[in-house]
């Protein structure tokens, strides 16, 4: 039974780094190549990493209301850049992550933390100014080499990686088709917080599955059980979302 998201306790964010992410999605496909500027807020015990590019996006993006004739209302969004909505937050003295993930409404995905067995090298590199140092790791179906400041205390970084004693500024996979890039570093506002919504619906990764597989194929009953403040919504073009979410076909995570 999927229920609103238990509140974590919110923390203020001290630092922000910024990424720039590319992934290639398709291995058959160089053109598939998707580049994506990301962000990650830091405290002393969170951090959330979310698209940069989608707050941007959603800056300047235009909604529309429109009388579906039929008691119901259609919605429709035009966004300038189609952008990663995923959030992940990660507590690392709670060995807690949930991945905020948006269909509609917004649920609050638990997900195992990550538990990386990293091997830390001598080399070294400079990063921004800042002593980085090397590890490497298999990490779900991917070697992944890692570069983290030991004189960042932070533990996390880029996406679900983490558990190395500093910051991760910088990760690739052997064969370079996932990349974070370290895009710069500064402290974060002063009125940043790290929390999860409390309106966000707890759900489980299968739960979720469940949701997408229904908007696949019944989207007319998908939508009547996903009303939004009281109001029935109805899809425009219900064939559309047939192929809603698919996986990529060379995803980021190639093993559970």
Known sequence: MLCNARAQQAE????????????????????SLYAERMILSIGKNASVYKSYDK?????????????????????????????????????????????????????????????IDWKISPDTVSLGGMKCQKATATFKGRNYTAWFAPDLPYNTG?????????????AYDDRHEIEFVFDGLRPAPAAENILVPTAAIAATRADYKRLIDLLRNDPIAFFAQNEV??????????????????????????KP
């Open 229 to 254: 403040n009281g109001v029935r919504l109805s899809p425009q073009n219900p064939d559309m979302f047939k192929n809603a979410k698919q996986p990529d076909k060379n995803p980021i995570e190639l």
């Open 55 to 115: 707050m941007v996006n959603d800056s300047v993006k235009k909604t529309t209301v429109q009388d579906d004739g039929k008691g119901g209302y259609v919605v429709n969004t035009t966004n300038r850049k189609k952008t990663i909505g995923t959030q992940i937050f990660k507590y690392a003295l709670d060995k807690k992550m949930i991945v905020l993930e948006k269909l509609v409404k917004t649920y609050a995905v638990t997900e195992p933390y990550p538990t």
């Open 12 to 31: 203020q964010a001290v630092v922000t780094v910024y990424y720039k992410h590319s992934h290639l999605k398709d291995t058959a496909n160089k053109l």
């Open 158 to 170: 880029p996406w679900k990686l983490c558990g190395l004693p500093g910051l991760i500024l910088q």
